[in-house]
């Protein structure tokens, strides 16, 4: 089995910057894939960030292009989601994902983390 759990989520003001963790145990060595999610109050969960165990293949939802950023340093097993110039918008907790097989980065994840809470207050 794998486990993930995520930190860093927190309040900022508009316009900052926070960097989210995601710690993989158990068998985490076979994940080929890991991302983010959100999920809104009242909304969907959406796709942010994917990215493959390489590091060299990497999605992003548009919303976010140019101010998030998905990196993995597989000797920790760990994803981390940079996200700058923040946004009221994009107040959501925020979940990790992750997957063995190798596919599309966007969806069909089999791993979830149990979320962190990311408030950008205006």
């Known amino acids: 089995q794998v486990q993930l759990v995520e930190s860093g989520g927190q309040l900022v003001q508009a316009g900052g910057s926070l960097r989210l963790s995601c710690a993989a145990s158990?068998?985490?060595?076979?994940?080929?894939?890991m991302g983010w999610f959100r999920q809104a109050p009242g909304k969907e969960r959406d796709f942010v960030a994917g990215?493959?165990?390489?590091?060299?293949?990497?999605a992003y939802a548009d919303s976010v292009k140019g101010r998030f950023t998905i990196s993995r340093d597989n000797t920790k097993n760990t994803v981390y989601l940079q996200m700058n110039s923040l946004q009221p918008e994009d107040t959501a907790v925020y979940y990790c994902?992750?997957?063995?097989?190798?596919?599309?980065?966007?969806?069909?994840?089999?791993?979830w983390g149990r979320g962190t809470q990311v408030t950008v207050s205006s």
């Open positions: 994902a992750a997957k063995i097989p190798l596919g599309p980065l966007t969806n069909s994840y089999d791993y």
């Open positions: 990215i493959r165990r390489s590091g060299g293949s990497t």
């Open positions: 158990g068998r985490a060595s076979i994940l080929n894939v």
